[in-house]
C-alpha cells in the first residue's frame, strides 16, 4: 500500500539509483556498445542458479508440486473498467472467499455493516483492509508443511492481513455525533483531522485498533477440491491484532540491547511487546510459518501538546529517520497524522489508549511509552498451525518500513536468503542471510525453526553500480562506515533497531519506493515493484537510465500539480544473484517492465510497448505461481484511474539481460519555459500481448493487493482493499459500495447494508484448470 502523503525522511547523500545509472552511461565504451544494439544478454551474462536452468520441473525442500510453465497466455484479457464490480475473463468465476467484519467464533454476532457491532467483538471478526496472503496445508500432525506440500485429509489456513492504514473505513454507527463526521468514515490524512473534537469515544478506538493486524482461518473445500468458503468456529482461526503479546528475539549475543529498547510500561523488561501494525506484504519461510510485515506504522504515534519530548537525542535522530512525532503537538493540529487513539478518556487500565502517545510522560522509559514506536518496524512470525503459540518479532531481520519477506529457492545445505523492501520514496532494498544452513527435516517446526533460521544472521543493504553490477553491504557494528558514524552506534541491537541510519551511513541505493518483492521460483531471479515516485519539486535534470521518464501524467491525473509529474506509473527491477548463490555479495540487475497508459509516447514513457490489453500502472503486488510460472503484478494507483480501476495483470518472465538498450527523449514545459533531455537505458525484452495481458480488475476505489494460490494451482486468492475508498458517506454509490451491491462480479450482494467492505476472493476456472493457464 503506497499513501501518497508519506513523508520522504531520507535526506541522506547516498546516490538514488537514478544517479547510478546515469553514470552507467557516461562510460564512453560502455555507450558505444549500448549505441550499436548489443542486447542486455551479453553485457549482464550470468549462469543460471545450479540445478534451475533448463527444467520443467522444480522441487524444493517441502514443495513437491510438478511446475509446468505457462509459456503464452491464452486467456481473454480483461478490459478495462471504472464500473463497481471485480471482472475477469470469460470461463472464470469468482465469490467472496470472507469480507471486513465476518465472524470467526462460535458466538459472535452476524456483521451487521451498520456499525452498531460491538467493538470488542472485532478481536473475533476479520480484520479490515486486506492484504498480503499466504496458504499453509496442516498435516495429521497438526503441523504446518506450507504451500504446496499437501495430502488428501490435510487442513488449510488462509492467513491474510490487515493493513488498515489511516481508515477505520465505515466502522462507525451511522449519525455519530463525535469523533467522526456523521456517517462518515474516517480518515487521519484529512485537513483538519476528522476528530477534531479533542477526545474519541473508546467505542470507535477500540475498533480501529483490533480491525488492524492478520486474519487467519481455516478454509472449506468441496469434494473437487475446490475452495468453498471459511469454517467461522475452526479451532485454528486467529485473530493477531496490535493487542497480542509477542516476543523479542534477535541474535543471543545483542538480546540485552535490543531489549533494553523495547522497556516501556506495558514489560518494564523488554522481553515482550504488543502487536503488530499496518500490516503489509508477507511472506512464507521453508519450515512453513507466515512472515507478516510492518509497513507504514510510524504515524501511529504522537506527542500531544504540552507534553515532555524525551530528551535522548539517538532517539529523537531516530524517530526523524522514520517518521515519528518529535515534537509535542496540538492533537488538533493539521500537521497531526494519528487515529488520537491516546485522547480516550475511559478508563485504561491497560493502557491500551495511552500508549500511543509516546512522550516522556514518566521518570523512565519503564513508567511510560516513548519507546513504543522502537516496538514496531520488523517482519513477524506466525505459527498458523498452532493457535496458541506466541508470535516473535524477527529483529535481527532489521526495522524500517517492511513491504515483504520473500525466501529464495531453499537449497539444503545452503542459507537462506529473505529479500525486503522498504516502502516509502528514495528507500532501499535489503536482505537477510540465515547464519544456519536448510535443513528439510525442519519443516513443520513452527516458532522453534524461526528461532533457528531468523535469529542469527547478516543483515545487507543493496547498493546498485553503474556497471550493471550490484553490491551487498552489510549493516554491521564492524562496519567502519557504520561504526564511526556521527549518530554514535555502540552495538549491533542498534543497527538493528536504527536499520534506516545504518543503511543511510553504509553508502545504500535510494530506490523509488520498493514495496513488495518476489522470487521466480524457475531461477532463482529476485524483483522488485518501484511503484511511483512523484516527489514535490522533481526536476528533469533528476532523470537518468533507471528512471529515464519525466513526463507529467497525460491526462492531467493525480493532484494535478507537481507531484503528477516525473515518474508516475512505477516500474518492476529484478536481479540476478552471482553464481545463483542466496548468499552472493554481489548480484546483476535489470528493469524488467515500466508502468503506462498504452496511449502515452512511445518515446519516454510507454518504453515496453504496453497496449490497451495490458497497459497497467503503479506496481504494488508482485507474486510468482510455482504452478504455471506466471508473475503477477497487482496496482495501487492513482495516475491511470481516469480509465480504470486498479488491477491483477499476468507476465510471462524472461531472465535478467534479455533485453536491449535504447534512448530516452523527455520534455517539460514548466511556467512557459521547455526543457529537453535525453536518457540512455535499458530494460527486459518487451513481452508483447501473448506474454502480458490483464486479467483482473477490481472495483471503484479498491488496491488490488495480496494473492496466493491452492497446491494444484487451480484457484487463487486475492484481496481487494477498500473498495469505495473516495466515497465520503457511507453509502456513496457514486464512489463505490462493493461487495454489497447486486452487480458486483462475485456472484450478487455480499452481506448486509450498503457500506463497502475489503475482501478476500476465490477465483476458480470453469473447466477446471489451473489459474491463468
Not at 470488542?120 to 498480503?132: C, F, I, P, T
Not at 493487542?243 to 506495558?266: C, I
Not at 510510524?298 to 515534537?327: C, E, H, N
Not at 528514495?426 to 536448510?438: A, C, D, Q, R
Request: charged share 20%; glycine share 10%; proline share 4%.
Amino acid at each position: 500500500m503506497s499513501h501518497e502523503l508519506d513523508p520522504i525522511t531520507n535526506d541522506s547523500k547516498n546516490e538514488h539509483f537514478q544517479e547510478v545509472l546515469t553514470r552507467a552511461f557516461e562510460n564512453p565504451t560502455r555507450r558505444s556498445i549500448l549505441r550499436g544494439g548489443l542486447g542486455l544478454a551479453s553485457m549482464f551474462a550470468l549462469p543460471m542458479l545450479p540445478g534451475c536452468g533448463g527444467g520443467s520441473t522444480i522441487a524444493a525442500s517441502n514443495d513437491t508440486l510438478p511446475l509446468t510453465a505457462v509459456t503464452e497466455l491464452k486467456f481473454t484479457t480483461v478490459a478495462k473498467s471504472l464500473a463497481d464490480q471485480v471482472w475477469v475473463p470469460a470461463g472464470y468465476t469468482v465469490k467472496v472467499l470472507h469480507a471486513t467484519g465476518d465472524t470467526m467464533k462460535t458466538g459472535v454476532a452476524a456483521y451487521s455493516n451498520e456499525g452498531t457491532d460491538d467493538a470488542e467483538s472485532w478481536a473475533n471478526r476479520v480484520g479490515d483492509q486486506h492484504d498480503g496472503t499466504e496458504i499453509f496445508y496442516i498435516g495429521s500432525n497438526g503441523k504446518s508443511k506450507g504451500s504446496y506440500s499437501y495430502a488428501a485429509g490435510d487442513k488449510v489456513v488462509l492467513a491474510v492481513n490487515n493493513e488498515s492504514s489511516a481508515e477505520a473505513h465505515f466502522l462507525h454507527p451511522t449519525g455519530q455525533t463525535s469523533g467522526t463526521a456523521s456517517g462518515k468514515k474516517f480518515d487521519q490524512f484529512a485537513s483538519p483531522n476528522p476528530w477534531n473534537l479533542g477526545t474519541r469515544p473508546a467505542t470507535e478506538a477500540i475498533k480501529e485498533i483490533l480491525m488492524h493486524g492478520v486474519t487467519l482461518v481455516e478454509v472449506n473445500f468441496d469434494s473437487s477440491g475446490k475452495p468453498t468458503g471459511y469454517n467461522p468456529t475452526s479451532a485454528l482461526n486467529r485473530r493477531i491484532t496490535p493487542e497480542t503479546v509477542m516476543t523479542v528475539t534477535g541474535p543471543a549475543a545483542e538480546l540485552t540491547n535490543l531489549k533494553a529498547m523495547m522497556v516501556t510500561k506495558f514489560d518494564a523488561s523488554g522481553t515482550t511487546v504488543r502487536g503488530t501494525l499496518n500490516n503489509c506484504g508477507t511472506g512464507i519461510t521453508p519450515w512453513g510459518t507466515l512472515i507478516t510485515c510492518e509497513e507504514n506504522w510510524a504515524t501511529y504515534f504522537t506527542m500531544p501538546a504540552g507534553s515532555t519530548v524525551p530528551t535522548d537525542a539517538k532517539l529523537i535522530a531516530s524517530r526523524t529517520r522514520y517518521g515519528v512525532q518529535t515534537t509535542a503537538t496540538s492533537a488538533t493540529a493539521t500537521t497531526s497524522r494519528t487515529q488520537g487513539w491516546h485522547t480516550v478518556t475511559d478508563a485504561d487500565p491497560t493502557s491500551r489508549f495511552a500508549r500511543w502517545n509516546v512522550s516522556a510522560s514518566g521518570a523512565t522509559a519503564a513508567a511510560d511509552f516513548r519507546n513504543e514506536p522502537q516496538t514496531f518496524g520488523y517482519n513477524v512470525e506466525i505459527d498458523p498451525a498452532n493457535a496458541s503459540s506466541v508470535p516473535s518479532k524477527r529483529m535481527a531481520m532489521g526495522r524500517f518500513a517492511h513491504e515483504a519477506a520473500v525466501c529464495s529457492v531453499p537449497v539444503v545445505g545452503k542459507p537462506l536468503a529473505f529479500y525486503m523492501g522498504c516502502d516509502s520514496r528514495n528507500e532501499y532494498i535489503y536482505k537477510f542471510v540465515s547464519t544456519k544452513t536448510w535443513d528439510a527435516a525442519d519443516v513443520g517446526g513452527g516458532i522453534a525453526a524461526g528461532d533457528k533460521y531468523l535469529n542469527e544472521g547478516k543483515l545487507y543493504v543493496a547498493k546498485f553500480n553503474a556497471t550493471g553490477s550490484g553490491e551487498w553491504l552489510e549493516l554491521s557494528i564492524n562496519n567502519p562506515l557504520i561504526k564511526n558514524a556521527a549518530f554514535g552506534f555502540t552495538s549491533q541491537a542498534e543497527v538493528l533497531v536504527h536499520t534506516r541510519v545504518a543503511a543511510d551511513y553504509a553508502g545504500a541505493t535510494k530506490m523509488d519506493r520498493p514495496e513488495w518483492g518476489a522470487v521466480n521460483h524457475a531461477n532463482g531471479e529476485v524483483y522488485f515493484a518501484m511503484t511511483n515516485n512523484r516527489t514535490p519539486n522533481k526536476t528533469i535534470s533528476m532523470v537518468n537510465a533507471a528512471n529515464p521518464r519525466y513526463y507529467k501524467d497525460s491526462d492531467g491525473r493525480a493532484d494535478g500539480t507537481s507531484n503528477s509529474d516525473g515518474n508516475p506509473n512505477g516500474h518492476i527491477v529484478r536481479f540476478k544473484e552471482t553464481d545463483g548463490m542466496a548468499a552472493a555479495t554481489t548480484f546483476t540487475w535489470d528493469i524488467f517492465l515500466f508502468g503506462a497508459e498504452e496511449d502515452s509516447a512511445a518515446a519516454n514513457v510507454n518504453l515496453s510497448g504496453l497496449t490497451a490489453a495490458n497497459s497497467f500502472s503503479s506496481p504494488d503486488g508482485l507474486w510468482f505461481s510455482k504452478s504455471t510460472g506466471i508473475c503477477w503484478i497487482q496496482t495501487d494507483d492513482g495516475a491511470f484511474t481516469d480509465e480504470t480501476n486498479c488491477m491483477l495483470v499476468a507476465a510471462i518472465p524472461g531472465t535478467v539481460g534479455d533485453g536491449s538498450a535504447l534512448t530516452v527523449s523527455n520534455s517539460v514545459t514548466v511556467s512557459g519555459t521547455t526543457t529537453t533531455s535525453t536518457q540512455n537505458t535499458f530494460m527486459g525484452k518487451v513481452l508483447g500481448e501473448s506474454r502480458l495481458r490483464r486479467f483482473l480488475v477490481g472495483p471503484k476505489g479498491a488496491e488490488v493487493t495480496g494473492i496466493t494460490e491452492t497446491a494444484d494451482g487451480k484457484a487463487i486468492f486475492v484481496g481487494i482493499q477498500h473498495p469505495g475508498e473516495n466515497a465520503t458517506k457511507y453509502d456513496d454509490v457514486t464512489q463505490g459500495v462493493w461487495p454489497t451491491n447486486a452487480a458486483n462480479g462475485v456472484g450478487g450482494k455480499y452481506g448486509a447494508g450498503t457500506r463497502p467492505r475489503s475482501a478476500t476472493i476465490i477465483i476458480t476456472k470453469d473447466d477446471g484448470g489451473r489459474i491463468g493457464s
